[in-house]
């Protein structure tokens, strides 16, 4: 059983996924345990999967016993383990949130809500575990076109955004696949390692046609996880979807598919292509500037809480983006920990936001006023989400912040760190701002419409146990990922540790 | 001359990337929403044909073992006579010295991936058709420019 633990992270969503489809109909009471209980079963493998990797190293799980390049492989190592883990717990905390969110938003669509969700984390899942080129794109378009109907099934102007979304999504998964049709024409293999294997042997390094390939498969990547000047199709759909999506969405995707730039980056090109050959280290880092910069004034702009928070997402893109292109060991690391820091915090975040558009109905920060006292536990929850995204230790997102700024100095990319220091500088004042509406805020002393707000706001209690509880266990988390941050490093460094970086950035 | 033989001697790159181009030019500039999933479907349409082109080589055929290559002709005949346990041996004896020469069979693989792209194709315009005939029941056009501007009025 446990060494099918690989195979039961992915197949668990899908099968259960089958089954909402088939039961949900008739009873929709059956969805969520269904859902609960697949997802519970996808982070018991997860978490045995990882201790596999730790203890006896990575893990080539063949399906079928088809050995690649012919078959099809899982490939799993210290990076993939703790992504996956991450992205099975957040799909899990976000189903428990949905118990209540998903009926109330989609009264009628309960069964096939549930059935893209798992879907959708089926996709996810895949994209991080899988080791074939192709499959990936397959995959890629596995969680973006359930996306896209999970984001569609929302408000008005959520259509239009799901719309967007669509075609942007499908030119860069296009774009993707174009290049990985490049990879196959030059190395004849769709296997990740052994595509690598074939360019190192064939000495292709230098090829145009690889050159293109890896440009190519960049622009794809990162009009998917919205890289600043590609990111217009995010703000929207975050903000306007079910906030069951925005939860579940906002957090992982655009987190994957960082983990899919890094793969790419240092499995199938090699670092010494990416970092050296193609010196485009400068100008990428310099983009993620931009990206953090404009990310964060963006989010500063705005008075719709969702929106602020998905601009949030477009400046922590920067971030890892910026931390990867360093070519720095410290820069690496401090990325692939921010992408499961970042993964827990945009979660905390999220869900709060959907618990003030359930209790209040309105998307404004207005909305927050006086909530310390009315809902104090909610308020706690989102204080540590929201000083860990400022980067307050000892919560997760200091310490991130900490391995990216080490990074950034030791390579000697100045800029990153002056933006990264900026942004939690605005993040500060963003959060700030919000606490002090909700710990200060006064109603508005306007005589007509003064006691309309008074009853709206009176009305709100705290949340239910079903939405309290996800908020408060992913604090807990942000904390206890903060606390343990050596014992993830220490996952990570040992992955990181076996790629050469040795660039000095003149 | 010397252009036109960089032109001619790759020519399904330039059409596919003329195709390409074609498509992405829909989906970025037309203001209907359906001319814009057009141009996607031209533009997905584009990658297979590249995928295709990269598997075709000069004078293959399909992938497809001939009997006569598997099973020589001297011993089709009386083929049926013999016991299942004696073909068996005959065929592994021949697979085993059976020589195929790559070069005349085209590679199945590209056009094997395609099958796969075709269907994240259909899904994707599916999909793409539903949120636009969503999109037309609340705001009751298919023109981005007027879409927006409901928007904007009813803010």
Known sequence: ?506 | MEVFDAISAKFNYWIYIIIMMIGLYAMMSKNNLVKKLIGMSIFQTAIILFYVSIGVKEGATIPILYHEQVHPAHDSGHHGSDTEHAADEHVTAHATDLHIEPDQFTNPLPHVLMLTAIVVGVATLGLGLALTQKLYREFGSIEESEILESIKSAK
């Open chain 1, 1 to 506: 059983m446990i060494e099918q633990s690989p195979a039961i992270i992915v197949l668990a969503p899908f099968l259960f996924s089958i089954i909402v489809a088939i039961v949900g109909v008739k009873r929709e009471g059956i969805c969520f345990p269904l859902v609960l209980l697949s997802l519970a079963i996808t982070v018991a493998a997860s978490v045995a999967t990882l201790i596999q990797v730790v203890d006896t190293g990575p893990i080539r799980y063949w399906f079928g016993g088809w050995e690649p390049p012919m078959g099809i492989e899982l490939r799993v190592d210290g990076l993939n383990a703790l992504v996956a883990l991450a992205v099975s717990i957040v799909s899990l905390l976000t189903a428990f949130y949905s118990k209540r969110a998903v009926p109330a938003e989609l009264p009628d669509k309960v069964s096939q809500y549930y059935t893209l969700y798992l879907l959708l984390v089926t996709g996810l899942l895949g994209m991080v575990l899988t080791g074939d080129a192709f499959n990936l794109y397959v995959l890629i378009e596995i969680s973006a076109l359930t996306s896209y109907a999970l984001i569609g099934m929302g408000s008005k102007r959520a259509t239009l955004a799901a719309y967007k979304y669509l075609i942007m999504g499908t030119i860069g998964a296009s774009f993707y696949l174009l290049g990985v049709g490049y990879l196959y024409i030059k190395t004849g293999s769709l296997n990740m390692v052994d595509i690598q294997g074939q360019i190192v042997a064939n000495g292709l390094l230098g090829s145009p046609a690889i050159i293109v390939s890896f440009i190519l498969i960049m622009v794809g990547v990162w009009i998917k996880m919205a890289f600043f000047p590609l990111h217009a199709w995010l703000p929207n759909s975050y903000a306007y979807g079910p906030t069951t999506t925005s939860a579940l969405l906002g957090p992982l995707v655009t987190k994957v598919m960082i983990y899919v730039m890094i793969r790419m980056i240092l499995t199938v090109f090699s670092p010494e292509f990416a970092f050296i050959e193609l010196d485009w280290n400068n100008i990428v880092v310099w983009m993620s500037v931009v990206a953090i910069l404009a990310g964060s004034i963006s989010a500063l702009a705005q008075t719709n809480l969702q929106k602020m928070l998905a601009f949030l997402i477009i400046a922590e893109v920067g971030y890892m983006v910026g931390g990867v292109w360093l070519a720095d060991d410290m820069g690496m690391v401090g990325a692939i920990y921010h992408i499961i820091a970042d993964a827990f915090m945009t979660l905390c975040v999220f869900l709060f936001a959907g618990i003030i558009l359930t209790k209040t109905g309105k998307r404004d920060l207005s909305a927050m006023e006086g909530l310390f006292k009315k809902m104090p536990l909610t308020m706690v929850g989102f204080l540590v989400g929201a000083f860990s995204l400022i980067g307050i230790p000892p919560t997760a997102g200091f310490f991130s912040k900490w391995y990216l700024i080490q990074g950034g100095i030791s390579s000697g990319q100045y800029e990153y760190v002056v933006a990264l220091l900026i942004s939690s500088l605005i993040n500060a004042v963003l959060f700030f701002r919000i606490i002090e509406i909700a710990y200060f805020g006064t109603k508005p002393a306007e005589g007509h419409g003064h006691h309309h707000e008074e009853e709206s706001a009176e009305g709100v209690t705290e949340a239910p146990f079903s939405m309290l509880f996800p908020l408060l266990a992913t604090a807990a988390l942000l904390l206890g990922i903060g606390l343990y941050n050596k014992e993830v490093v220490a996952i990570i460094t040992d992955f990181v540790s076996q790629f050469n970086f040795g660039v000095i950035i003149p």
